[in-house]
C-alpha cells in the first residue's frame, strides 16, 4: 500500500465510522439536522439567506452503511456554496485583491506565493471567509477536479470563476469527506458532460454521512493526528527511496568499471567482438584509466545503429504498416490500443533501447512498437551485443542529467564506453539483475 492509498484508507474509515468508538451520550445527527434546518428557515425569514429554488431531493439508496446516529443528508442540507469571480486582464494590479486559483491549491494546503491580484468592485459574496473551503470546480485536468483546501486567510481574497466555496459551521468534517475517493467517484458519476467541472447542482446535492458533532470534531482530530504520521512515513520513505537510487547507481557504477564481476582470462577479449563487427579499438581515447584486461574502448557508433527520427519515421527496411500496437514517445509511456492502418511499426527481432533525447528516459524495449508524436532516439544494438548495452546507456545518461547537457542523445554519440567481454556482459547483467530485483523489492515494500 503506498502512502496515497495509506491516507485514503484513513480518510474512508473515517467516513464510515470505524476510525473512532461511537459514545451512546452523543446527541444524534439526526437531532444536529432538525437543528440545522430550523436555523436556516429562520434566516430565510430574516432575509439573511435566499430559500433555494429548488428542494433537497432525498436520498433513496444509501451509497454505504453508517453506524447508528448518523444521518444521510445531501450537502446542501447543512452548506452554502458560491461560484467564483470572473475578470478580465484589465482588471489585475500589483495593489488589488487577492484572486484565488486552482493552482493555489496543492495536497490540500493553500499556497500564496503565486497570486493574481485585482482591482475593481468585488461582491460580498465572492468574498472568502475564514474556515470556508475552497474547491477547483472546473480544469483541464480531471486529476485537478476537486481538490481543495481549508482557508486561513492572511488578508482579504477572493476566488477564480472555475473555483467555488463550502461554507458551513461544519466544513472541518465536510472537508475531510471531499478529499476522499468517494467524492471523487461521485464526481465522475455526476459529470456527464466532456467538461470536468462541477456545477453548484451538483456539489449540493451531493450525499454525504453526517455524524454527531461531538463525533466529528474526535474523527478529524484522529485524522490529523495518523495524517501526521503517515507525513513522517512519507519523508522517511523518500529518504529511503533516494537511497535505493543512489545503490542502484553505485551497482551500475561498478558494474561498467569491471568490478562487479570477475574477469574470465578465457573469455574472448572485446577487441574480437568489435572485429567481428567490423569496428577496431578507438586509438584516439582521451581516457588515461586503464580497462580490465579483455575490455575495449569504443563509441556508441561502433556497436549499435541509431535512429533519430522524425514522429512515425523509421527506416523503411525496419518499419511495415500495420496497426493496434504500443506508441513509445519522448516520454517514454506506453499507448495501449493504438491502432491505424497507416502505423508505422518498429519490428524488433531482439531488443532496441529508447533514449529521450531531452527527458533522459531509457528504456529497454523488446516489442514491436510505434514511434510517439513528439520522437525519440531509438538504438539498434549489433545483434553480438547483449543487454549490458542498455544498463550502459542508462547509467551514462544518469550522469549526461548531473553534467547539465541539454542535449543529450549528442552527448552520448561523443562518449567512450567500455566494452567488456560478451560472456563477461552476461555475467554483469545477471549481477545487475539480481541487485535490482533485491532493491525493487525494498521498494515495493514501503
Not at 478580465?88 to 487577492?98: A, K, L, R
Not at 497570486?115 to 475552497?134: F, T
Amino acid at each position: 500500500m503506498n502512502i496515497k492509498q495509506l491516507r485514503q484508507t484513513i480518510l474512508d474509515r473515517a467516513i464510515r465510522g470505524q476510525l473512532v468508538s461511537q459514545a451512546p451520550t452523543d446527541e444524534p445527527a439526526s437531532v444536529l439536522l432538525e437543528r440545522i434546518q430550523a436555523e436556516k428557515e429562520e434566516l430565510i425569514k430574516e432575509k439573511k439567506l435566499k430559500r433555494e429554488k429548488r428542494d433537497s431531493q432525498p436520498i433513496e439508496e444509501v451509497p454505504f452503511e453508517i453506524p447508528e446516529g448518523w444521518v444521510w443528508c445531501r450537502l446542501g442540507d447543512i452548506a452554502q456554496s458560491n461560484i467564483g469571480l470572473t475578470y478580465s486582464p484589465n482588471n489585475v494590479s500589483i495593489n488589488g485583491t487577492p484572486v484565488l486559483r486552482s493552482n493555489n491549491i496543492k495536497d490540500d494546503k493553500l499556497l500564496l506565493n503565486d497570486l493574481v491580484r485585482v482591482s475593481g468592485d468585488i461582491q460580498e459574496k465572492n468574498y472568502i471567509k475564514e474556515g470556508d473551503i475552497l474547491i477547483c470546480a472546473r480544469n483541464g485536468s480531471r486529476n485537478l477536479l476537486g481538490k481543495s483546501t481549508i482557508n486561513n486567510l492572511e488578508e482579504p481574497m477572493t476566488f477564480g470563476a472555475f473555483m467555488a466555496i463550502c461554507r458551513s459551521l461544519y466544513n472541518h468534517w465536510i472537508f475531510q469527506t471531499l478529499r476522499t475517493d468517494y467524492f471523487q467517484r461521485y464526481l465522475d458519476f455526476s459529470n456527464s458532460t466532456a467538461i470536468n467541472q462541477i456545477t453548484q447542482s451538483m456539489l449540493l446535492e451531493f450525499p454525504i454521512p453526517l455524524p454527531p458533532l461531538k463525533e466529528q470534531h474526535r474523527i478529524v482530530r484522529k485524522i490529523e493526528q495518523l495524517f501526521a504520521l503517515v507525513d513522517i512515513i512519507e519523508v522517511n520513505k523518500k529518504a529511503l527511496e533516494k537511497l535505493i537510487e543512489q545503490a542502484k547507481n553505485q551497482v551500475l557504477s561498478d558494474a561498467v568499471a569491471g568490478k562487479l564481476t570477475h574477469q574470465d582470462p578465457n573469455d574472448e577479449p572485446a577487441e574480437e567482438l568489435l572485429k567481428c563487427i567490423g569496428k577496431t579499438t578507438a586509438p584516439d581515447t582521451p581516457y588515461e584509466k586503464m580497462l580490465p584486461k579483455g575490455w575495449a574502448w569504443c563509441k556508441l557508433g561502433d556497436i549499435a545503429k541509431t535512429i533519430a527520427t522524425k514522429p512515425y519515421q523509421v527506416l523503411q527496411s525496419e518499419i511495415e504498416e500495420i496497426g493496434n500496437f504500443p506508441v513509445i514517445s519522448q516520454s517514454a509511456n506506453y499507448i495501449e490500443g493504438f491502432s491505424s492502418n497507416e502505423t508505422k511499426v518498429l519490428k524488433v527481432e531482439d531488443f532496441v533501447i529508447v533514449f529521450g533525447d531531452h527527458t533522459r528516459i531509457v528504456k529497454f524495449v523488446d516489442f514491436d512498437f510505434v514511434i510517439g508524436a513528439d520522437g525519440v532516439k531509438v538504438i539498434l544494438p549489433n545483434s553480438n551485443l547483449t543487454k549490458f548495452l542498455y544498463y550502459l546507456i542508462f547509467f551514462v545518461s544518469y550522469n549526461i542529467e548531473n553534467r547539465g547537457y541539454s542535449r543529450h542523445f549528442q552527448f552520448l554519440q561523443k562518449e567512450f564506453f567500455p566494452l567488456p567481454p560478451v560472456k563477461e556482459q552476461l555475467r554483469i547483467v545477471q549481477k545487475i539483475e539480481s541487485y535490482f530485483t533485491f532493491f525493487d523489492m525494498i521498494e515495493n515494500n514501503l
